[in-house]
């Protein structure tokens, strides 16, 4: 398991479905019916995954991703990503 440091997410105003980002990271991001583009839940981003994830915001065409660094609030109770969540 690894802690997530970035998240992304995309603007779903300047999404206009072009599907590079699910193209380049099919773990990071999730195409509705009409092809628009949404980070997989929170978009916590697994430290293995921040090259995929810069990949998808650099080959936006309509820069409609961010990638921000959790702040260390965040950091200091960041979820460990792919944990099981216990009921
Ligand atoms: Fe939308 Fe950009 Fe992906 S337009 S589907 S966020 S490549």
């Not at 702040?71 to 792919?82: H, K, M, Q």
Request: net charge negative.
């Amino acid at each position: 398991m690894s802690h997530a440091t970035f998240r992304v997410h995309v603007d779903p105003d300047k999404c206009q479905g072009h599907n590079r980002c699910y193209g380049v990271s099919p773990d990071l991001f999730e195409l509705d019916d009409l092809g628009m583009s949404s980070e997989v839940g929170a978009g916590l981003v697994p430290v293995g995954l921040i090259s995929q994830a810069r990949l998808a915001v650099d080959n936006c065409p309509e820069h409609a991703i961010s990638l921000t660094e959790l702040t260390e609030a965040e950091l200091s109770g960041a979820p460990e990503v792919n944990a099981e969540v216990q009921p």
